[in-house]
């Protein structure tokens, strides 16, 4: 029963992580304009996530600009859009993998199959929430880096966004869900007691007899 209310929970936060890292894929505010200098701008904000960079104006006209070109963006860019995406699939398959490794559930096979399942969903959602764990370290230390360059006009400068966060949040639920799911079936696949196991227990329980 304890082994299935956490099963229950582990996918429940799964379920939470790939919601939160499809979201965060998806938003436009990876990092926005910081707010420092005394220069009068025209824009209020501006924004810029894995697709599209955004601008709000001081008249309330909110504009997007999609990213085409690829090979123009630079590597940690890259690399973030891949590994998001990638991370986004393996939450899925992780989901689909645990809905049927569920001991509540009646699909999913015999009760070995369920836990080769579980076991199985809970590899996929750990690497779907290291795959969502690397570009958010890598944007946030690439978004610092350049805030704390002398070197960078103040008007160039951004701070980590929203979507940063949740994709933090996002990937902490998948290791966590992970995680869970695998330690809840630790008992599902232990050995079987050998013949000279049992023989040595013969001559132990003699023994003690004795």
Not at 29 to 54: E, F, Y
Not at 107 to 126: D, E, P
Not at 151 to 165: C, F, I, L, Q, R
Request: aromatic share 10%; with cysteine; proline share 4%.
């Amino acid at each position: 029963m304890a082994s299935s209310t956490m099963q229950i929970l582990a996918f429940a936060l799964a379920l939470l992580g790939v919601l939160g890292a499809t979201v965060a894929t998806l938003l436009p505010n990876w990092k926005v304009s910081a707010d420092v200098g005394s220069n009068i701008m025209t824009a209020i904000s501006q924004m810029q996530g894995l697709w599209m960079d955004c601008t709000w104006y001081s008249t309330g006209v909110f504009s997007c600009t999609l990213k085409y070109s690829v090979l123009s963006l630079p590597a940690y860019l890259q690399t973030a859009r891949t590994t998001m995406v990638l991370s986004c699939m393996m939450g899925c398959l992780g989901l689909c993998l645990a809905a049927l490794g569920l001991k509540c559930t009646r699909w999913g096979g015999s009760h070995r199959a369920k836990g080769h399942a579980a076991i199985a969903a809970g590899g996929c959602l750990i690497l779907a929430g290291i795959l969502c764990l690397v570009p958010a370290s890598w944007f946030t230390n690439e978004v610092i880096t350049t805030f704390l360059d002398s070197n960078v006009p103040e008007s160039s400068k951004y701070e980590p966004g929203g979507a940063v966060y949740v994709t933090f949040v996002s990937a902490g639920f998948l290791l966590a869900s992970g995680v869970i799911f695998c330690l809840s079936l630790k008992r599902e696949f232990r050995f079987p007691p050998t013949p000279y196991t049992n023989i040595q227990s013969i001559f132990f329980l003699a023994g003690c007899q004795r």
